[in-house]
């Protein structure tokens, strides 16, 4: 059996070959590559008297330059072996990541030496430093069997993490050596004028330099945000095990590394990256590669954007946004929309372009009429308000609290109950708060200016995977810093039952859906639903399993479904949380909308039963002047079943749907909506706790895209 060998970073398998026994047997013949050979023709008599002769003395060395030497594969060492002429043998290190020899099967010359090349380990490696053997060994010898030995000692270099030489200047740079022998060694240093790409969250960082030279580092594993400090034993990035720093710079393989962050700044509002000051190196794919460098990066100088005009309480304001299938993210403003206001004479008050914030103002006494009109592609968005007045501040498209600049926070948790995994985080702003799983858990969660506030509570749920119930977490209070860490602990709660009870149902309803959410500031997320198809007329009841005693709110929708183009709908938004809550059809009646019906002006549909109503929306779709016109009216109910599409001014007739003769209508839907705890017309829903009750209806081509 030839000894097993494994030499760090080379591919290439043992070799066996049959090795010749060089010396006397007493006569008897030796098979070489299996021919006979004679080794001796005396006669046996005259062997059997000879006295036994002395074995023969090992003819095996192996020696090294330097029996003593610092861990650096960027420089090498000679190591010399002797023996029998013409025999193959194998060399190498007695301990996993004490170096690497090139090469390390070799036959020796007809003067029986051989020579080889060691390449010292890098002090990346946590086992690099220390003593080693070097060991030469015949490929068909027993395992265990070596021939001969060396000792070696690999000491610590003492330079420190990394290569800072080349970034102590006010430049951003990144610099590195790399070795990989038998390759030749190779440096980069990034140009004074390179592109540099950088994107960090809590707890890692990415630098990418030209699109190509990319170094990532990330402390995600050990769940702390990135802050100056030294890291080693990294493993390749993004990592897969808890415990251990991650990075990823020249190679792809797992293999050691280091890096020190000795700088780094952020911006204390948002936590984006300002500066960042750091040393590393990493060992490659076997002991012999090598890379060591360090990076220095200052972000370009900002001004921030002045905001928007302060609408004039005494005017009427709107601020319009990109529609939807614009193309520019959501928040963007739309420069080029057009605001047209009228009195309640029809006297043009204000008929202008908005301004580069999308915003524009006017004077106004009594009430009147706003239209907004957007273009994007072959598509025209018209937007009227009725019924508004100084004051009012109309925001067109308003983007979702999710827009704009973005901070992150690192969630950890602490030590979980048995058979259990985070399956559930609510935070303000319901975003980025998504656990995974990398072999621990693993969240963030982020915060936009739309739902960023000095402190912030937290819903955290987990799940069992023995069949125990979820049970969940409610923090309040949790300081918001930018880029910081914000920790799960506390006890643990089983989920109990929200009980929903839904009375007076009317008769003949299809269906009924209830959804139940839990609402973290001014986040939204679903808990659980359930429906029940042709329910009995009366009361009709739900149990749900719900976190009663944690969230800032709960949310319930009903919704019964009279009909594909028909909808009746309930939501109520509570305060906290309860276990029981009714939801009754018979307490805020609106009155029902049906057999609506679209033309060329507007539409009008058929309502029956009683009640009020704060809220009248009405949309209209149709191909006119060669484009899709897609109209939204929200108006104050005037106890009419109909509603018009308004007259635009004469300079405007190339986006009124009223001036093509050959206009095609596709589509129509009337909304109502009314509050508990509003008296009339208003705008924007009123803050908890409120119940609102909605019917509406539409025709059977508003039911697909357009």
Request: proline residues 10%; glycine residues 10%.
């Amino acid at each position: 059996m030839r000894r097993g060998l494994c030499v760090v970073g080379l591919a290439a398998a043992c070799t066996s070959h049959p090795v010749p026994h060089i010396g006397g047997d007493g006569g008897a013949d030796a098979r070489f590559d299996g021919a006979p050979v004679a080794i001796d023709a005396a006669p046996d008599a005259a062997i059997d008297a000879a006295p036994d002769a002395p074995p023969d003395a090992t003819p095996w060395s192996i020696t090294i330059d330097a029996p003593e030497f610092p861990a650096d594969p960027f420089t090498h060492h000679a190591v010399t072996v002797t023996g029998p002429p013409n025999t193959e043998v194998s060399i190498a290190t007695d301990r996993i990541h004490a170096g690497a020899l090139f090469p390390f099967d070799l036959v020796l010359d007809g003067s029986g030496h051989g020579s080889a090349t060691y390449v010292p380990c890098s002090p990346a490696i946590p086992t690099c430093v220390g003593t080693a053997t070097l060991e030469l060994v015949l490929p068909m010898q027993p395992q265990g069997i070596v021939e001969a030995t060396t000792p070696i000692t690999i000491d610590d270099p003492g330079t420190g993490i990394g290569d800072g030489s080349a970034c102590a200047g006010s430049d951003n740079v990144m610099y590195y050596r790399s070795t990989d022998y038998p390759h030749p060694a190779w440096t980069f240093q990034s140009a004074a004028n390179a592109v540099w790409s950088v994107f960090t969250y809590p707890d890692a960082a990415r630098f990418t330099i030209d699109g190509a030279q990319r170094l990532e580092l990330s402390l995600q594993g050990i769940a702390t945000p990135l802050a100056a400090g030294t890291f080693t034993n990294t493993q390749l990035s993004p990592p897969s095990e808890a415990g251990r720093a991650a990075m990823r710079l020249v190679s792809d393989c797992d293999g050691s590394g280091r890096f020190v962050i000795d700088e780094m700044t952020e911006d204390p509002v948002y936590g984006t990256l300002q500066s960042m000051t750091l040393r590393f190196d990493e060992s490659g794919c076997g002991d012999q590669a090598y890379t060591v460098g360090c990076l220095h990066y200052v972000a370009p100088p900002t001004t921030p954007p002045p905001g928007p005009p302060i609408p004039d309480p005494s005017k009427l304001a709107v601020q319009v946004y990109e529609a939807d299938g614009g193309g520019v993210p959501a928040g963007t403003p739309d420069t080029t929309a057009i605001a047209i206001l009228t009195d309640a004479t029809g006297a043009v008050v204000l008929d202008t372009t908005v301004d580069s914030f999308g915003f524009a103002q006017a004077p106004m006494i009594g009430t009147g009429e706003l239209t907004v009109i957007q273009h994007s592609g072959f598509y025209e968005y018209a937007h009227t308000y009725r019924g508004v007045h100084a004051g009012n501040y109309v925001v067109v498209n308003a983007p979702p609290v999710t827009t704009g600049p973005m901070d992150s926070m690192l969630v950890t948790y602490a030590a979980l109950p048995p058979n259990s995994s985070p399956n559930g985080l609510f935070a303000p702003c319901m975003s980025g708060t998504g656990v995974a799983s990398l072999g621990f858990p693993v969240a963030e969660i982020n915060f936009y200016n739309g739902c960023r506030t000095s402190t912030f509570n937290m819903l955290s749920v987990i799940g069992f995977n023995d069949g125990t119930p979820s049970e969940w977490l409610w923090q309040t209070g949790l300081d918001h810093v930018a880029n910081g860490n914000v920790h799960v602990a506390g006890t643990w709660a089983p989920f109990t039952t929200a009980n929903v009870s839904v009375t007076n149902v009317p008769a003949s309803i299809p269906s009924l859906f209830l959804k139940l959410s839990a609402m973290v500031g001014s986040g939204v997320g679903e808990i659980g639903r359930a429906g029940v198809d042709s329910p009995a007329p009366g009361t009709v009841s739900f149990a749900l399993p719900y976190p009663v005693g944690g969230g800032d709110g709960m949310v319930i929708d009903l919704q019964s479904e009279n009909g594909l183009t028909t909808n009746d709908w309930i939501t109520k938004v509570l305060t906290g949380s309860s276990a029981n809550v009714t939801l009754d059809y018979a307490a805020n009646p609106v009155p029902l909308v049906s057999s609506i019906q679209q033309s060329a002006s507007g539409a009008s549909w058929t309502e029956t039963g009683g009640g009020s109503v704060d809220v009248r929306t009405v949309f209209w779709r149709g191909l006119a002047n060669q484009k899709k016109v897609i109209w939204m009216i929200v108006e104050p109910y005037d106890g009419h079943a109909s509603s018009t599409l308004p007259v635009l001014p004469a300079n405007h007739a190339s986006d009124d749907p009223a001036t093509d003769p050959a206009l095609e209508l596709h589509g129509a839907a009337a909304l109502y909506r009314d509050y508990d705890v509003t008296p009339g017309f208003t705008l924007t829903p009123p803050v908890p706790p409120y119940e609102t009750r909605q019917t509406g209806a539409q025709t059977y081509d508003m039911a697909f895209p357009y």
